[in-house]
């Protein structure tokens, strides 16, 4: 049996006031904490979706943030690593 990656969508509070958020699970594991990016201001990301915090093997985001879900998933998958319960071909199953 394989891990799957899953999102829970969360509101987050920001400077600009509640933004959309998803928690990252692999598995039961809780791996990171996204945000939408808010288009135009300085220094977003080139993706709508950046990484607030990242836990355990995603504790070092890529800067550029995500433009998609399964490229969260796909990221996520591959900084996990094979193990006992996941692939090491990267094809965990990404839920929403």
């Known amino acids: 049996m394989r891990s ?9 509070a920001s400077l600009h006031g ?7 699970f692999l ?3 809780l791996m990171a904490v ?9 220094g977003s990301p080139s993706g709508p979706w950046r ?6 093997p995603c504790s070092d985001p890529p800067p550029d943030g995500f433009a998609t879900l399964q490229e969260v998933s796909v990221w996520v ?3 996990a690593g094979p193990g006992p319960d996941r692939p090491d ?8």
């Open 4 to 12: 799957v990656v899953s999102f829970r969508p969360i509101p987050l």
């Open 27 to 29: 598995g039961d594991s």
């Open 34 to 42: 996204l945000a939408e990016a808010q288009r135009g201001s300085p």
């Open 18 to 24: 509640v933004t959309v958020g998803r928690l990252v």
């Open 77 to 79: 998958s591959r900084m």
């Open 89 to 96: 071909d990267g094809s965990s199953t990404a839920t929403t």
């Open 51 to 56: 990484v607030e915090a990242g836990f355990g």
